[in-house]
């Protein structure tokens, strides 16, 4: 093996190893997602679509040149030449078997690599999922102590509004109960007063009956005393 196919297998299998850490289920999504906010990847960011789309085209360059090789030396024309000289038969199968191992080791490699880029973007979406759940979960559970506390501070605000009204319904009916009875107690008073005023319209007809009865008997009195005065003199 060349030394470009040995460090395509290599890459192949650093590759598998990568895969199947990352399929790890122990391993959650948040850890890898710290792991992947290492300052160290932060200085790789900026090279890493350039390294991914080079190693892309890397060995998409392998894979074609191995489909070439395939092609080459599983041709109807260079069979027959090898039937002619069986040395060559076996060199010929040799060269046909590398060339399939290697368009197997760049196909694989190249498919693991697109693989590998998927799961890294999925576990980053899945962490990010993770803590927008807990962080909605959170703000929700927020929510409902909060809605709790609210339905509590109404069912107390609802109750002293309750009993307020309650209070100053009991204060209108003292209210109305004390407007009546001074209805009442006014109506007495002018009942009395009117009373008073006819009594003291009686008193003033029957004082004013009685002065001018005074009147009369004083009058008559005069004239009984004038009379012996008036026989005096006639006798005289």
């Not at 060559?88 to 060269?95: C, G, P, S």
């Not at 979406?125 to 501070?153: F, H």
Request: proline content about 2%; aromatic content about 10%; hydrophobic content about 45%.
């Amino acid at each position: 093996m060349s030394l470009q196919w040995t460090a395509v297998a290599c890459f192949l299998y650093g590759q598998i190893v990568v895969n199947l850490v990352l399929c790890f289920p122990l391993i959650s999504a948040q850890r890898w997602r710290s792991l992947f906010n290492w300052t160290i990847w932060n200085w790789f960011s900026p090279y890493w679509n350039k390294a991914f789309c080079t190693m892309i085209m890397v060995l998409v360059v392998l894979f074609f040149d191995a489909v070439r090789e395939v092609q080459k030396y599983s041709s109807p024309q260079t069979a027959q030449d090898a039937t002619l000289n069986p040395t060559l038969f076996d060199h010929l199968h040799m060269k046909l078997f590398r060339a399939q191992r290697n368009l197997y080791i760049s196909g694989f490699s190249l498919f693991l690599w697109l693989i590998m880029r998927r799961i890294v973007t999925l576990v980053n979406q899945v962490a990010l999922a993770t803590t927008d759940s807990a962080g909605l979960q959170a703000q929700m559970v927020g929510a409902n102590q909060a809605a709790t506390r609210y339905q509590a501070e109404n069912l107390q605000l609802k109750q002293a509004l309750q009993a307020e009204e309650e209070k100053t319904s009991a204060k209108g009916r003292q209210m109305e109960k004390e407007e009546e009875s001074r209805a009442r107690d006014l109506k007495a008073a002018e009942e009395v007063v009117r009373k008073a005023q006819v009594e003291l319209e009686a008193m003033r007809r029957q004082a004013k009956g009685l002065t001018q009865e005074y009147d009369r008997l004083l009058t008559e009195h005069t004239q009984l005393q004038n009379l012996p005065n008036t026989a005096d003199k006639k006798d005289q």
